[in-house]
């Protein structure tokens, strides 16, 4: 009689192992199924965050050449023409060696928006940067006679 009773009771215990497993097989299938569309639906959704990423890699590359002074503006950087340099985009080195000379200026154009309020403390301008500036000396002699505007 007891090893009956503990045949039946080994029996139970396995079927209550086999359906503990079962309901765990099937709760895992159902975080796994969640887990995909909880990535999936932050993808689609996440995807407008991308594009403004994206267009801040896009921007348009500009070219501008001038005389460069090498004087740092205030925490905007060197300005060369209607357009600032950063002081991060730019070594001393760079600015001590073409400090008072003409150069061509390429680089990609990024636009600040000024503060709207008016006051005078405050810049009211858009500032318009350089990014990422390749730097190089002005070679080009204007011919004799050559009247620059």
Wanted: zero cysteines; hydrophobic letters at 40%.
């Amino acid at each position: 009689m007891r090893s009956n009773i503990n045949i039946n009771l080994a029996n139970t215990l396995q079927f209550t192992n086999n359906s503990l497993m079962e309901y765990l097989l099937k709760s895992m299938k159902k975080l796994f199924a969640f887990m995909i569309l909880a990535n999936l639906s932050i993808m689609a959704f996440g995807q407008t965050e991308t594009v403004s990423i994206n267009q801040k890699d896009s921007l348009k590359e500009i070219t501008t050449d001038g005389i460069f002074d090498g004087v740092l503006i205030s925490k905007m950087g060197y300005k060369i023409n209607d357009f600032y340099i950063a002081q991060e985009d730019i070594t001393n080195a760079q600015v001590d060696s073409f400090k008072g000379k003409r150069v061509i200026v390429i680089g990609k154009l990024k636009i600040v928006k000024g503060n709207q309020s008016g006051t005078i403390q405050n810049i009211s301008e858009d500032r318009k940067y350089i990014t990422e500036p390749k730097i190089r000396f002005y070679l080009y002699k204007e011919p004799a006679g050559f009247i620059s505007h």
